[in-house]
């Protein structure tokens, strides 16, 4: 853990006048956080940034619009580092004042075995936190349906998204709200690139196939190692991923390789890849259907200039 995060575990009565300039405050969930001011400047960076997607891809509608009753959000909780990030970011911006949202948390227990089944409730139960705790055995089908020595992890997720879509529902939840960070978001671009034969991403917001959940992705600006950092300082109960002995694919890995080794020899290209997504200008590329390359022609000679 990063020292200073790890020094300031301490009484706030203890804190020295560096300190004294850190929020002190915040949900429930934020009682035992760290008060140095690096972990405070990495909180606000945290909300700033997902402040800026939530506004930047309009996650929450116009107040005229929604008829005086708040939207209530259906937060996925995995129990990773991600999720954990995502719904303690939320209930911050939400206690700042900024976020007019109901938040209900959820996990989708798969059947993984040896899942830990009470980290999760105890942990949302100890903080007030509104949530749901739903069981469905999908790993008895993913072991059935997927080959010998081929990874679960495309059909887990399909199988896992259908059910938070369907409690969404159930619930009378607004959206249906992610954890996938700006990292996520530009592996998911390349493998599409180099795999796919395609651009495309995961969009911070979208409308799932059968039109009746929105998706959202408020973390979509906010760095994978931030989001470790605060986990860490966080001491979120981390439940590992990987406890049905699969792992993901190799060629996301190999993109992950590839995104940090360009990062390291040339720091800042994160964020500018991350931008560009967000600056598209369909007559520079080839997509027919994006622009009408047909009716781009020259304008007739004799309409020229001397």
Known sequence: MDQQLADSRRDPADASSDDEVVDGGGPQLFAHAPRSVSFNKLRKRLVRQVRQAIEDFTMLPPPASAGGKPQRWLVALSGGKDSYGLLAVLMDLKWRGLLPVD??????????PNFPKHILPDYLKSHGIPHRIEYRDTYSIV????????????????????????????????????????ED???????????????????????NDDGNVMVLRPLAYCAEEDLARFAEAMAFPIIPCDLCGSQDGLQRNAMKDMIADIERR?????????????????????????????????????GLPE
């Open 103 to 112: 938040l209900l948390a959820c996990n989708l227990d798969q059947g993984q």
């Open 143 to 182: 072991t059935e349906k997927v080959p010998e020595g081929a990874t679960y992890c495309a059909l887990c997720s399909r199988l896992r998204r259908g059910n938070l879509y369907r409690i969404a529902r159930e619930e009378g939840c607004d959206a249906l709200v992610l954890g996938h960070h700006r």
């Open 185 to 207: 978001i530009l592996e998911t671009f390349f493998l599409n690139l180099f795999h796919g034969g395609r651009l495309a991403a995961m969009p911070p917001k979208l409308l």
């Open 266 to 302: 040339m720091p800042g290209r994160k964020e500018s890849m991350i931008r560009a997504l967000a600056h598209v200008r369909p007559s520079q590329l080839m997509d027919r259907t994006l622009f009408d390359f047909t009716a781009l022609a020259a304008p007739p000679k004799d």
